[in-house]
Each structure stands twice: as C-alpha cells, then as structure tokens.
C-alpha cells in the first residue's frame, strides 16, 4: 500500500441524538471525505429517535449519495427481541453488517461481514479463524500498542484488511446494567431516556475531581478522546488500510478533514474534540490509555 493510501471510515454512532441532529449529522458526512460510513444502533435497543427501518433508510440515501455503508450490529445481545433485530438485520443480504459479537456470524452464514473492535482479534490465529467464517476487514481492538499491531497486521491472512481507530471516545467495558439509569437512581426499563441529555457520554470523575471515565448507556467509555490523527501515517505504513472516526457531538468532520488532508499530503490542522473532552493515546505508546503523548514540533 502507498505511503497515506487509506480510507476514511466513521464508525456507528454511539450516542442517543434526537431524530433532527442525528440526519443533519448524516447529511453532513455523506458531503465529507468520509468513504465508509457505519450506521444502526449498536447500543441500546430501547433508543426509538430512529427505528430499524429508519436506519435502513439512511443507508440507503447515503449509498446513493457515493458512500459505501456498513449495518452495525449490537455489541451485547439481551433479549430475545433483540436477538431477532440482529437476525433481521444480518439478514439484509445488500448491505455489509459489523458483527458486534461472535453470534451474529451465525446468522451471516458465511457472507462477507467486518468483525467489531470487541470481537477479541488479538492474534493471527483468531483472525484466521474469522477469515474463514467471512470476515473481509476487522477493526483492531482499542487498547493495542503499536508493536503489537504491527506483529498482527503481519500475522493476518492474505485480502483481510485492517482498520484501526484513531479518533474519538473509546467504548472500553459493556454490562447488563444500564450506567446512565443507575446514576440517576432509575432502573433500566424506566430511565427517562435519559442519555439523550448527553450527546458525548456522561463525564464520571475521581474524588479528587480528575476525568477518569464516561458513561454512555451499558457502555464505559473513555474520559478522553482518542487522538492518533497524527499518526495517520505510521499506521498506514503498518499496513492499515482503514483509518475509523468515531462520532461525537462536534470536531468529528474536522477529524475527517485532518485524515483528508495527511492522506492528499497536506499538514492538518489540530482537532479539538468536544468541550471539556481532553485528548489520549496512552495505549499506542504502550502507556496507561487516558495518557497523552505530545508530537514534537
């Protein structure tokens, strides 16, 4: 692969956004570099701003508009509701689904899917394994250093493309519970909708008031945003073919631009991410993740 001859994904949007912001932020990337778009809800099934025809009919109007998309899949299956939404969903045989988690791949029956960042490819072996079963891409998991990557894009079988993160919060840890309901003291059934007051997460804090963690639905994410826009070269010379944006509520097309612009052969701008969101790549330098490693002048 040439030196910055990546694409350009944005990864599911994880937040509950009201109907009108989350098609205007649609409308926004399919006029973005962007060449990969992932859509659906991959966190919460009781989330209802867009339903799952919704979701299908977003992407349908953002393949018209030049973009190739990808139907995201729950990372935690429940329910028996939602075991037969991801059915339906890997089931749209016209579309390339995410597998959030190894069952989906059985109702993929052996059609080409990308396997999530949580689907635990932490070595050659598995990656093969996925191969086998379809898997055309995976998205490398979130916490991996920089040696580790490169000794796994080497180990990986030949046509499996490699996709890695590099920009925005981090989902580190799923459960059951809701987190968001059981801040607010509310069980999970009856939570209010409450994360849709907050478009990036929930901040929590140590009791010494420093960031440690964000909170968004079943997910604990990270306090920080990722930030490896700057390194967007060194994982294309790893071997990175896909480079993925994870949305929030604003700097997410300044970080496209950013990968845009290093990949044409500019010098981008910095990208600040959301308000009060500090920046981390702890974890690529093989540091505690919430560290930031400055790139020298």
Not at 167 to 193: I, N, P, Q, V, Y
Not at 197 to 225: K, W, Y
Not at 267 to 286: D, E, H, L, Q, T
Request: proline fraction near 5%.
């Amino acid at each position: 692969m040439k030196p910055n001859a990546y694409q350009i994904s944005v990864g599911p949007l994880l937040y509950y956004w009201p109907r009108r912001d989350t098609l205007a932020f649609y409308a926004e990337l399919a006029d973005s570099p962007a060449d990969i778009l992932y859509v659906g809800e991959t966190v919460c099934s009781r989330r209802h701003e867009l339903r799952a025809d919704d979701w299908l009919a977003l992407a349908r109007d953002l393949r018209a508009a030049g973009k190739t998309v990808v139907l995201s899949g729950r990372t935690l299956i429940e329910t028996g509701a939602e075991a037969s939404a991801l059915k339906k969903l890997c089931e749209q045989d016209d579309f390339q689904v995410e597998a959030g988690e190894v069952g989906a791949m059985r109702h993929l029956a052996g059609r080409p899917f990308v396997a999530g960042p949580h689907m635990n490819a932490y070595h050659g072996g598995t990656l093969e394994w996925l191969a086998r079963r379809g898997a055309t891409r995976f998205v490398a998991p979130l916490e991996m250093d920089a040696n580790t990557l490169a000794r796994l894009l080497q180990e990986r079988p030949v046509g499996l493309e490699a996709e890695v993160m590099v920009w925005g919060r981090m989902a580190l840890a799923f459960s059951a519970r809701c987190f968001t309901a059981r801040h607010f003291r509310l069980k999970k059934d009856e939570c209010g909708f409450r994360c849709i007051e907050h478009p990036d997460g929930l901040d929590m804090r140590t009791r010494e008031s420093r960031d440690f963690l964000a909170i968004n639905g079943i997910q604990v994410q990270s306090a920080a945003c990722l930030d490896l826009l700057s390194q967007a070269p060194e994982l294309a010379a790893l071997g990175a073919e896909v480079l993925r944006v994870s949305p929030q509520s604003t700097g997410t097309l300044e970080a496209i631009a950013a990968l845009d612009a290093t990949r044409r052969g500019g010098k981008p701008a910095a990208v600040a991410p959301p308000a009060g969101i500090s920046r981390c790549n702890g974890y690529f330098y093989g540091r505690p993740g919430i560290d930031l490693k400055e790139e020298a002048a």
